[in-house]
């Protein structure tokens, strides 16, 4: 089944403690990005990445880090998240110039 | 700056009645706009898109008016259905920025049987 897998589906942390999102797609897809989704703001890009190696930022970079060392996987990382980083986590894959597929969502809450 | 803006956070809709869900944006260089729809504890998935050489889309149920002197897309749904309650976003992107998808705050639809 084609489909982009992320995890943790559900975590919660301690402000500063280090922790990273996982996400895979099997579809071979070129493009994949990181969206975070909050109350009254709708969906915004945090980073994407346009092939192994290649990645920029979205419109919300802040805090957060990625690397694409191989073109299933797109982890997210904070390296010392905060409570304004509390949120829906989104990620998603797409081959060049097509709709995006999106994971089920990480909801992460920093104390 | 909100680039691409729903202004109805909620719509309410009896079922078989037409449901609109509007959305405006202010980049006049975006080309291609899209609409998604999200279930509770899912991600958002495609529905339908448009590109700015046209003025309408039709998909089934669902159609897409694109009114680029105004800077203005509806989505219509026809008829509605309880399966269709969800909350939809539009979305939008450049020729340049093909993976830089910018998204609307997203409208709660509600089907009422």
């Known amino acids: 089944e084609a489909q982009v897998t992320q995890n943790p589906r559900y975590l919660i942390t301690v402000t500063g403690k280090k922790l990273t999102v996982t996400c895979s797609q099997n579809?071979?897809?070129?493009?994949m990005s990181w969206y975070r989704q909050d109350p009254g703001l709708g969906l915004r890009q945090i980073y994407y990445s346009m092939n192994v190696e290649v990645t920029d930022k979205g419109d919300v970079p802040e805090g957060y880090k990625v690397s694409r060392k191989e073109k299933r996987n797109f982890p997210l990382i904070l390296e010392s998240p905060s409570p304004n980083q509390t949120s829906l986590y989104f990620c998603?894959?797409?081959?060049?110039?097509?709709?995006?597929?999106f994971g089920p969502g990480t909801r992460l809450t920093v104390t | 700056d909100q680039q691409v803006k729903q202004n109805s956070p909620s719509l309410s809709v009896q079922e078989g009645r037409i449901s609109i869900l509007n959305c405006d944006y202010t980049n006049s260089m975006f080309d291609y706009f899209l609409w998604y729809k999200k279930y509770p504890a899912e991600g958002p998935t495609f529905l339908i898109s448009i590109s700015s050489i046209k003025d309408k889309n039709e998909d089934g149920r669902f159609t897409v008016f694109l009114n680029k002197s105004a800077k203005h897309l509806s989505l219509h749904i026809v008829p509605s259905q309880p399966g269709d309650s969800a909350v939809y976003f539009c979305?939008?992107?450049?020729?340049?920025?093909?993976?830089?998808?910018?998204f609307g705050q997203g409208t709660r639809l509600t089907i009422n049987p």
């Open positions: 579809m071979n897809h070129e493009y």
């Open positions: 998603a894959s797409s081959p060049p110039s097509y709709e995006q597929y």
């Open positions: 979305a939008a992107r450049t020729i340049q920025g093909a993976q830089k998808l910018v």
